[in-house]
């Protein structure tokens, strides 16, 4: 089955700088990879998706990009916020059915 | 629309005891799943269904059970409650087609002791 890694866990940047999590998938007939930030206490939200006839997608500040022969894919945050402290989490999937998540990165924004 | 709803927020448990966690959705969503969450691991599938009167297994189906009688609910049983099912518990749904993003439920923090 699809197993997905996701690094860091944890990232410390100061506010302003741009942060990039990094995920691999294992089985190369994924098609479909979102992000989710959840906070505190929170439900996961979607941020952005990409499915895999696409290199790279952008929605303002969030950017995510997909190497299909790497099998790997990367969410940019640029000028980051303090509101964007949380965790994220990356997923896979196979025919947009059962999604499998990455174990989370842990996101701290510093003013 | 409620989105996604969960019930109760909250359980405590007694090792050996059942429940069912209950799980509705008012945006006539084909597709509904149930995920466990622990810290460092995640999310992890449990069972979901791709319409009434079908489901299927995740990745960590054993110690519960799942029916979908009707497209709105999606009820989740554990039958003998263990120290391991200590989690918290999120349902999610979405459309069968077109826009594939999930909509999670606020989540269930079930404690067993």
């Known amino acids: 089955g699809e197993n997905v890694e996701q690094h860091p866990s944890t990232l410390s940047v100061q506010e302003g700088d741009s942060a990039v999590i990094k995920c691999t998938y294992s089985?190369?007939?994924?098609?479909?990879f979102p992000w989710y930030k959840q906070e505190l206490g929170k439900r996961p939200q979607l941020i952005i998706d990409i499915r895999s006839n696409v290199g790279e997608k952008k929605d303002q500040r969030i950017a995510v990009t997909l190497n299909k022969t790497a099998k790997h894919f990367s969410l940019h945050i640029t000028e980051t916020q303090p509101e964007d402290s949380a965790v994220y989490f990356c997923a896979a999937s196979t025919g947009f059915q059962k999604l499998v998540f990455g174990t989370g990165t842990r996101l701290l924004v510093s003013p | 629309n409620a989105g996604v709803t969960q019930t109760p927020k909250f359980q405590v448990l007694k090792t050996g005891q059942s429940m069912t966690l209950q799980c509705a959705q008012d945006?006539?969503?084909?597709?509904m799943s149930w995920y466990r969450q622990d810290p460092g691991m995640g999310l992890r599938l449990i069972h979901y269904s791709v319409g009434a009167g079908i489901t299927d297994q995740g990745e960590v189906p054993n110690g519960y059970n799942v029916s979908r009688s009707t497209t709105e609910d999606f009820p989740l049983r554990l039958l003998l409650a263990a120290p391991s099912q200590t989690s918290v518990y999120f349902c999610?749904?979405?459309?069968?087609?077109?826009?594939?993003?999930?909509?999670f439920g606020p989540g269930t923090r079930l404690t067993v002791t």
């Open positions: 089985d190369s007939a994924s098609n479909y």
């Open positions: 999610a749904s979405r459309k069968r087609t077109g826009n594939y993003e999930q909509y």
């Open positions: 945006m006539n969503h084909e597709y």
